[in-house]
């Protein structure tokens, strides 16, 4: 289940407090990003930080060439230990896939309009080895599901800091791995992982 419910009004100061620590989620555009890619049990994955805070997290393929592959906002590859907010997120992403974490604490600045941001708040409420639908997400961020589920969904499916900010964790009301930009078989290994199956997420890929 999702965490404990807001208003409309809290929501949105509650986000920009919570996912917003390090400042406007617009970047400016003379901001200088750094990107490493990780190896991880479910192939390459690749972060992004920008002014001292996570931009991006996401899940690539290992056939994927690209020198880049966050193609919306180029910024030089580098190896974590080039700066610390990379280094940290690997040491987190790295303790995440042994099973020895459950709690990202990062400094993240993600990208997106107010009601985004008020999805993306609510999905890092869920808590680790638990899912959740959108309806039930709708709900809890106090909008009605009849009529707000499928913007919930696209807000999930807009997120850019996966696994940290944890989409993986909303799945269909009849309990199917519904859309993943990353592909089901990886949604599902994250949710194996965080249930306990460790073994199966790690010979996945």
């Not at 479910?42 to 002014?51: E, L, N, Q, Y």
């Not at 931009?55 to 193609?71: E, I, L, W, Y």
């Not at 042994?98 to 985004?116: E, K, M, N």
């Not at 409420?125 to 809890?140: F, H, S």
Request: with cysteine.
């Amino acid at each position: 289940m999702v965490g404990r419910r807001l208003d409309d009004d809290e929501g949105d100061g509650m986000t920009t407090q919570r996912l917003h620590t390090q400042g406007p989620h617009t970047q400016g555009p003379h901001a200088r990003r750094l990107h490493a890619v990780l190896d991880t049990p479910i192939g390459p994955v690749a972060v992004a930080v920008a002014d001292g805070a996570v931009t991006h997290v996401r899940m690539t393929r290992s056939d994927d060439a690209s020198p880049d592959p966050f193609g919306d906002a180029p910024g030089t590859r580098v190896v974590p230990d080039d700066d610390p907010v990379l280094a940290e997120a690997a040491r987190q992403l790295e303790a995440y896939f042994a099973g020895a974490l459950r709690t990202f604490d990062l400094p993240l600045r993600p990208t997106g309009s107010a009601f985004q941001l008020l999805v993306w708040e609510g999905l890092r409420r869920i808590p680790y080895g638990t899912t959740t639908t959108y309806g039930a997400l709708a709900a809890d961020l106090g909008l009605d599901p009849r009529t707000s589920s499928r913007a919930v969904g696209a807000a999930n499916g807009a997120n850019r800091i996966a696994i940290v900010v944890p989409c993986h964790r909303v799945i269909g009301a009849d309990g199917t791995l519904t859309g993943f930009a990353a592909g089901v078989d990886r949604k599902r290994s994250l949710l194996d992982l965080e249930q306990g199956d460790a073994g199966r997420a790690a010979t996945l890929f």
